[in-house]
């Protein structure tokens, strides 16, 4: 299936070809639903994500893997090197690195903007040293980087019926959606890397703080204040979700089926973890197999019956086509 993703997307040349590769491998083996997801793209299309997919996990892996025996020294010092290769990368449009050479690819190609991959590596550095997010705003602040950015590098990919700026608000807001579930899913793993993204206000609205995670964590134990946290937590969550949903009809029909297949099964995590009584900081909830293969089979239903009509359609639909020349947005740093 690689071999035909890569022709039907005019990727020839070898060495390109095999760093798409490398990055379709991260993302089928570390984002199980994203990638789930994304077989339900038009096959021209898969390669783009699978290279934005993998070097956002390259980037996360230097930073959170617990099985690394690394420093926070030597990860800081990783990311440095990264934040190197892309901005030589963007700016050449090659980079011997593989999962770069891919990402500057697709950049050029749908001409997406170089200071949306600049931020995501500010919010990547900031999880060095910063262990907490007094409230939501402050933590919103954050995840433009780490989330928000993620939907608007994937919007080019997608495509629009509408002009793309209508459409960002909603992206972005998706991309946010899928974090603030990865945290509450996470809050378990995080705390053991020495992270809440919960915020604080939310934790003394609740009477809970730090400590008391940290508590239930090493012990098992449950309390009742915790479980108060956690729901409003997935209330919170789900609301970022409603303001996300309609973007999901301003994309172009073709790639509607892949995004509200994540929509739906990321969502669904929201429904696992108050199956499993909020117990996230001693288990990760999972969206029961059955459950997920009843979600792809109406995405791949509504896919093919998306292609379908793509193809009798006149004409390509606004804003979906790739560009052929590069991006000119600049390389910015942004100050953590």
Known sequence: MTVRELDAAAIHDPALRAAYARCRDLNARHGKTYFLATRLLPVDRRPAVHALYGFARWADDIVDDLDSPATPGERARALVALEA???TGLRQGRATEP????????ARRYGIEHRHFTDFLASM????????????????RYMHGSAAVIGLQMLPVLGTVV?????????????????????LRDVGEDLDRGRVYLPAELLAAHGVDRERFEWSRRTGARDARITDVLRAAAAHNRAVYRDALPGIAMLDPVSRPCIRTAFVLYSGILDAIAADGYAVLHRRAVVPRRRRAVVALDGLVRAVAARRTHRRAPGPVAQTRPSRTRATAPVQKEPV
């Open 163 to 183: 002009p793309r700026e209508e459409a960002a608000p909603h992206a972005a807001a998706l991309g946010v959606a899928f974090q603030l579930t990865n945290f």
């Open 99 to 106: 999962v770069i050479r891919a990402l500057a690819d697709t």
């Open 85 to 87: 290769q892309l901005e």
């Open 125 to 140: 550095r900031s999880d060095l040293t910063v262990g907490g997010y007094a409230s939501y705003e402050e933590l919103g």
